[in-house]
């Protein structure tokens, strides 16, 4: 059962543009982290978002998590080609030994 | 920061054989370790929670007696595919808690490939 609804799947953009990726459930979660994973290699935690309504920044990443805690955007501004991989949100199943579940995932691509 | 070191990165095997992937918790004791399956192009799919001295938890789907998973010790997990097919070639990730609140740690996962 995939709790955490990601979108887009797929995203390709050129270098400087804009983007906005979606992390949607009808659960209330603890928290929400996103990822971002290279090939073949592990998943790299970006943020954590705690509080509903809550927005963090990092460098040219924005990310928000919503304020009845059901979903969160994670914004990039001016994209960059070192931007590309998979992003991935992700929530704790309390219910469940504290496993994370993991959203889809969105696949970006920037181009120079 | 917490580190969980993985091994082998990378393993090919013979239809039929059983490939062994370890977790070791390097500076710190992991009483839990999540066991994830990932396709090219797909997200974490989770197979398995561990716990040190009891039983996993098996995700619905996914067999226990083809995926073994043993937690003897606080710092080391292994998941051993067993009588592996092609379609269990896939990139194993493990993880784990570390501390209460929602910090996780991930290892640098195993690209297994069954020929």
């Known amino acids: 059962t995939q709790l955490l609804e990601q979108s887009p799947q797929f995203l390709s953009i050129q270098e400087g543009e804009n983007l906005t990726v979606y992390c949607n459930s009808s659960?209330?979660?603890?928290?929400l982290q996103w990822y971002r994973q290279e090939p073949g290699e592990g998943p790299v935690l970006l943020v954590t978002?705690?509080?509903?309504?809550e927005v963090k920044k990092l460098k040219r990443l924005t990310f928000q998590f919503g304020d009845a805690r059901k979903d969160s955007s994670l914004h990039i501004t001016a994209a960059q080609p070192g931007d590309t991989g998979l992003y991935l949100c992700a929530g704790v199943r309390s219910n469940s030994g504290y496993a994370l579940n993991f959203g889809k995932g969105t696949s970006l691509l920037v181009t120079p | 920061g917490a580190v969980v070191s993985q091994h082998p990165s990378r393993v090919i095997c013979k239809s039929g054989t059983s490939v062994k992937i370890e977790c070791r918790s390097l500076d710190f004791q992991a009483t839990t370790m999540f066991w994830y399956r990932q396709f090219p192009k797909q997200s974490l799919m989770l197979m398995a929670t561990s716990n040190e001295g009891s039983k996993a938890t098996y995700e619905q789907g996914v067999e226990k007696d083809k995926f073994l998973i043993n937690h003897a010790s606080l710092t080391l997990s292994t998941l051993t595919v067993t009588s592996a097919h092609p379609e269990d070639s896939s990139f194993y990730i493990c993880?784990?808690?570390?501390?209460?609140?929602?910090?996780?740690?991930f290892g640098s996962g195993t690209r297994l490939t069954v020929v």
């Open positions: 993880s784990a808690r570390v501390g209460a609140k929602d910090g996780y740690t």
């Open positions: 978002v705690v509080t509903g309504g």
């Open positions: 659960s209330v979660f603890s928290s």
